[in-house]
Each structure stands twice: as structure tokens, then as C-alpha cells.
């Protein structure tokens, strides 16, 4: 293949991966807890080309021509943890994590989004996979709780939300219910359960599990805690975390990823009408 349009050829196909993470990005801006994830590309190999048939340096040895890289790709993707806003629902199940940023509203905090996000609430899962277990966990930074006629604390899918000991949280559906900031549920003046915050000490290995969760993969995460002071962390009742997502960011990255694709296409272009003089019309007899 020649060198020209297998390069260029890589450029496109890392350029449309990029893309097509960026994209997911920016689709899940509202989502809430969403965590943002970013890629890295890196260059193949350097390879040594030859000059086929030319023994001039050396007897029965090719020519070395140099190095020559052969093209890029996507090295890999991996999650930005960074917390997102906070903004208030005043929903009594709805619950946030804040790992340092006030308790404010989304529009108000875009600047200040520094503060970790090794810190996720617990679920159950029922495994897809007949071998899987059963019942699995993911974690997960949306807290769009709601309270099932059981008195089950689950997720917007259904899946309950888990204790310190990874049991299911139930409580009394009908009584006033008060969650503390180190995730004590509070019920006639008595803690009924507390809401699991686990952390990890290598989140970055974490495996995503469809939009905004995440599961313990064979990356190696480890779960080191399961409450919110000693993940250094307060449940926010009546709260929800937003999407780390910048907009801004997001959409200068498409349009830069957009040019990238172009320029590969050209390129290619370029090579394909060389390719065709050489080989259609240099060697044509007239």
C-alpha cells in the first residue's frame, strides 16, 4: 500500500473515533452525573523504510532510507472525574456528591469545576452476562433517587441503591425522611439506614458501564471506602449533580477534529491524483 494514503488513511479513521466520543459528550451534557470522557492519540511505530533492490551501502543489503512513521491512532479514552455543578431540586430523594464545590446552581459554578469525583454512590444491577453472578454493582454520581411503594431507594432504571453493606436500602415510604450529609437517612428520630459513598483508590481504572456509571473492571480499582467522611464527601439532599460538560470546549473540539478530517481527506485526495498521473499518464504510450 502506499505510504500517503495508508497515513492519511489513519488520520481519518483516528479522527472519526475522536469524534464519535466527542459527539457522546456533548449528547449527554444534561445527563445528570455524566462524566466527560477524553482521548489520546499516539503516532505507530517508527519503521526503518528500504529501498528495494538497490545494494549500493552493501552487498545483498537494501538501502536504508530512514525512519518513516506510518500513521496515528487512538492510543486510548479515559474519564475526566472532575465534579460538575450542583443545582438544587428540592426533591427529597434527589441526592448530589460534593467533593469541595458549593451548593449552588449549575450556571453559576462553570468556572469553579476543580474539586475530585472519586466519589459514587453504590447500585445493584441485575448481570446480563449467565455466568456474571447475578446481582453486580456499578457506581454511579446520579443521585435521581426515588422511593418505590416498598420502601426501596432506587435508581431511575430500577435498581436499587445500596447500604454501607451493600444491602438494598428500605425504609418507611410513608414516614418524613431526613438524609444527612454523611448519608444517614433519618426516620422518626432514628437512622434507618446510611447511604453507601464508596471511593477508590485508582478511579481511573474504573470501567464505564453505559452513559453515567461505572463498573469494577479488570483494570485493578479497588473500593477503599464506603462512607462519605471518608471519602471526603457530603450526601447534598434535595440536589443534583450536572454533567461536567463544557459546551464551549466541546464544540471547539468537533470543529477542530472536523478540519483535522478534512485536511486527511485532501491528503489523500492529493496522493490518489499523484498515484493517477504516474501510473496513467507518465507510463502512457503515445
Known sequence: M??????????????????????????????????????????????????IKDYSDAPWTARRLGLMNPGVKLAGAYTNFEQGALRHTEQKFDLALNNGLPNVDADQVNDNMTAGGNAFFATSFASDDPDGGGQLIKYTRDGNFTLTVDGYLVTSEGNNVLDVNNNPIQIDPLADTTILQDGRIIQNQNVVATVQVASFDSPQFLQRYQDNAFI??????????????????????????????????????????????????????????????AVNQLGRIT
Open 2 to 51: 502506499v505510504k500517503g494514503l495508508y497515513t492519511a488513511y489513519t488520520g481519518m479513521i483516528n479522527e472519526q473515533s475522536r469524534m464519535d466520543i466527542e459527539t457522546n459528550n456533548l449528547a449527554n451534557v444534561n445527563s445528570t452525573g455524566f462524566k466527560e470522557e477524553r482521548t489520546v492519540s499516539r503516532s505507530f511505530r517508527d519503521l526503518l523504510g528500504l529501498k
Open 216 to 277: 469494577i473492571g479488570d483494570g485493578g480499582a479497588q473500593v477503599v471506602s464506603t462512607t462519605a467522611e471518608a471519602a471526603n464527601a457530603t450526601v447534598n439532599q434535595g440536589y443534583l449533580e450536572s454533567s461536567n460538560i463544557s459546551v464551549v470546549n466541546e464544540m471547539t473540539n468537533i470543529i477542530t477534529i472536523q478540519r483535522n478530517y478534512d485536511t486527511n481527506a485532501k491528503a489523500m485526495q492529493a496522493e490518489d491524483d499523484t498515484l493517477d498521473i
